[in-house]
């Protein structure tokens, strides 16, 4: 982590791999919380069926966030520094974003929905017992007004403090592109089993747009506590009696209806998002050497990687961007022969070259670790 100091405040610039060292952290605090509280569990007279029962899955619930939140928190401690500064909280945004993120809600699950459904009935196909999976049955108001602040509330703001403020931000500096869909994949397979999957990872891709294109974190806590809060209100629905049941051909036209719909909104919100900044413009300027260097990290070519660098690089990022460009100038400015030129490039290289060899690490150590436990709870739900 590179550390800048911006208006007498200490700027903590996010790198691809402290991503991934909070996504470890987070998720082995995760698993530990919940063996922890399974040992507790058996050394006590409480029955096993406990973790079925309403006050079970909310404070299994509560446990995951805690992770989520503790983590990043954690990790900044031990460097030495305060990550939820400059984190997107107090970011203004379009008012028209917020109200775009109900319809956006309803396009993600006509979307989400269909496919998630279908690739629950293909892992029943190859034995995988969904059946055993916990999931969150709604039966009685005073529980929908529970889980609509255990399942959905709590898990909005934590989720996406970890996945889009912290994990996505630190990603981008590999494409936006790139941050987007890798840590929607990691948003997706944390949750752990195939019901949540495809819908989690859609819904991830969402937010992650919605957070690079306003650069706040709050019209993505809004979608996916919407998503949450809807989920939940249609299982209880479906649980007093209202179950909704379409054809397959009608859930196709359900899902390319969703698709279609979820793509113009996020377009749209993007379009929003431009004319706020256009009206709202910055304090700092990029450099001329600091827009050569990125010209080989991806976000020069593509015109969507240089909208979402326009809408989501704030004032002290593109500060730290040219001090950084302003350093490598002036030691390549001081070296007077092309034999000390020659030392100096290699020696910026060689540091390039160990950043990016850390960031395959931790992406490779990410995936290695939830594809383990996916393996290890697919073998148990299958033998």
Partial sequence: MKIFEYGKKNYPYLETYDAGAMFIGSYVLKL???IALVLLLAMTDVPDSFTSTMGGIC???SLNELAFMLTPLAYGKIRGRNLLFDMGFETKFSPWVALLCVPLTVAVICFGSPLANAFVKLVD???????NVTSVVVDSGSDLALTLVFVALIPAVAEEYLFRGNIARGLSKNGYFFAIFVSSALFALMHGNPLQLVHQFIL???CAVLYFATRSLVPSIMLHFLNNATALVLGYMESSGKPIELSAGLWAVVCIAGLIATVLLLW??????KKYREKNPRKEVLSDDAAVAYAGKKYAVPAMQRTFFELHRSDEEIFADNAEAADIRAKLDSAT?????LVVRADINEKSRKT???DKKALIYSFILTLAVWIISFIINVV
């Fill in 32 to 34: 530990f919380l919940q």
């Fill in 59 to 61: 404070l299994i619930t």
């Fill in 125 to 131: 196909l190859i034995g995988y017992r969904t059946e």
């Fill in 204 to 206: 991830g891709v969402a």
């Fill in 268 to 273: 749209a919100i993007v379009v929003l998002s």
């Fill in 337 to 341: 022969t092309e034999a000390e030129q």
């Fill in 356 to 358: 990016k060899m850390k």
